[in-house]
């Protein structure tokens, strides 16, 4: 039995009338009642009662009537909800990020693309840059938000670049500088994140200090740069934070910009290129299949939305 069969019977079972049934479906009345005899002879059961002038439904034929509904409705459901999974309208999305980028670009771009495809299930997993260059290598993660260089093979794109400010207490002597020199900084103690967290931007820290003339002295390392911003609001020390925390308002604690170049904060968009673009490559040269079921629509439409919200800041600056 065919799917075909179901929707005939239908068809007839609700017209009650083959030659209306068929010209519903666009078929011959001849073909219908054939496809109609040959339904009741595979199920052995008489679904219609019919003279040249009368259709009905025999008792079998309404308890069938039923049931075959049920399922044609299921089967339009599985239909649309397999299109929409392959429009990346509906699936899962496992999201890694830093710190820096729950507190910049994350949660407008999150937005965004909740805003438009709502019925996708977004996973979200705070990780340091090298444990997320790990999981998107082991497909435990889809995409990523850290801080580059990145040494594993992976695509990229640029959504942040901010030079770093310096976090102090409100009352200490700097703070009545309007800009200050890294030299002032030599005998302050420093909060610092760990270098395992992010190698780029703390080996440009340090540095930085070194071109200086001093090694910092580091009486706290911690993360994410919340906590640094309460331990300077606490008078432990001070802290190198990234341009945007500034709009984290926090009593006790004032931020100044450096005269020399700062260390510069950068984010990018990461992915596992297979994940993105095989199934299209594929597809054209015939290749197999294995790695065509490898594709993402969802993450495809993600870094479209990712794409569109770049572009929005740019046309912005």
Not at 99 to 106: D, E, I, K, R, S
């Amino acid at each position: 039995m065919e799917l075909r069969h179901l929707r005939y019977f239908v068809a007839v079972a609700q017209a009650l009338h083959f030659g209306r049934a068929a010209e519903q479906l666009g078929i011959t009345q001849p073909v219908l009642s054939d496809q109609i005899r040959r339904l009741e002879t595979l199920l052995g059961v008489q679904l219609l009662y019919r003279t040249k002038r009368v259709v009905q439904l025999t008792e079998p034929g309404r308890i069938f009537l039923t049931d075959a509904l049920r399922v044609l409705s299921q089967t339009e459901t599985a239909i649309t909800t397999v299109q929409r999974a392959a429009q990346g309208k509906l699936g899962k999305l496992a999201i890694g990020y830093t710190g820096p980028a729950l507190y910049t670009v994350l949660p407008e771009i999150l937005r965004l693309f909740r805003d438009r495809y709502p019925e996708v299930e977004l996973s979200l997993h705070e990780y340091c840059t090298p444990e997320q260059e790990a999981a998107l290598l082991a497909d435990e993660l889809q995409v990523g938000f850290l801080h580059p260089p990145i040494d594993a093979p992976l695509q990229q794109h640029e959504v942040l670049c901010e030079p770093m400010v310096v976090a102090l207490p409100e009352n200490h002597p700097l703070a009545n500088q309007a800009i200050l020199s890294i030299k002032d900084l030599a005998q302050e103690p420093f909060i610092l994140f760990p270098q395992a967290v992010g190698p780029n931007l703390y080996g440009q820290i340090m540095t930085l200090c070194t071109q200086a003339g001093f090694s910092p002295k580091v009486v706290q390392e911690v993360t994410p740069q919340p906590t640094m911003i309460g331990l300077v609001a606490a008078r432990i020390g001070i802290a190198f934070v990234s341009m945007s925390m500034q709009s984290i308002t926090r009593p006790g604690v004032v931020y100044r910009s450096l005269q020399e170049a700062s260390p510069i904060l950068k984010l990018v968009v990461a992915w596992k290129e297979s994940l993105r673009e095989t199934s299209r490559t594929t597809s054209a040269n015939g290749g197999d299949r294995s790695a065509q079921d490898r594709s993402s629509p969802v993450l495809d439409n993600f870094l479209q939305v990712v794409d569109e919200w770049s572009q929005q800041v740019e046309a912005l600056q």
